[in-house]
């Protein structure tokens, strides 16, 4: 079974930055688009960047150009990456990971809260 565990969230002041961290177990890292989503406080999860295997990235156009999405292997872990510049109160949400498309068959991690005070 996959397993995902999102990494790196905080408390920060707008105009800061974040690194996030998830790391995925199983194959299907090897085999799926990857991607970012986050969960604002009364909306609905949504997708917002995405890196393919062949490392090709896009970006939901609100982050576009302030987030990039990486993935790689750090000590033999599967690991999706998200550098988060500039952030802004809008971006306060709970993050998380997970292929693109999503598959009702795949569980959600616990998610990374990121807070961004005005």
């Known amino acids: 079974q996959v397993q995902l565990v999102e990494s790196g969230g905080g408390l920060v002041q707008a105009g800061q930055s974040l690194r996030l961290s998830c790391t995925a177990s199983?194959?299907?890292?090897?085999?799926?688009?990857m991607g970012w989503y986050r969960q604002r406080p009364g909306k609905k999860r949504e997708l917002i960047a995405e890196?393919?295997?062949?490392?090709?990235?896009?970006?939901e156009f609100s982050v576009d150009v302030r987030f990039t999405i990486s993935r790689s292997r750090e000590n033999a872990k599967n690991t999706v990456i998200l550098y988060m510049n500039s952030l802004t109160p809008e971006d306060t949400a709970v993050y998380y990971c997970?292929?693109?498309?999503?598959?009702?068959?795949?569980?959600w991690g616990q998610g990374t809260q990121v807070t961004v005070s005005s």
């Open positions: 199983g194959s299907i890292f090897s085999t799926n688009t």
């Open positions: 997970n292929t693109v498309p999503w598959f009702p068959s795949e569980p």
């Open positions: 890196v393919t295997t062949d490392d090709v990235a896009r970006y």
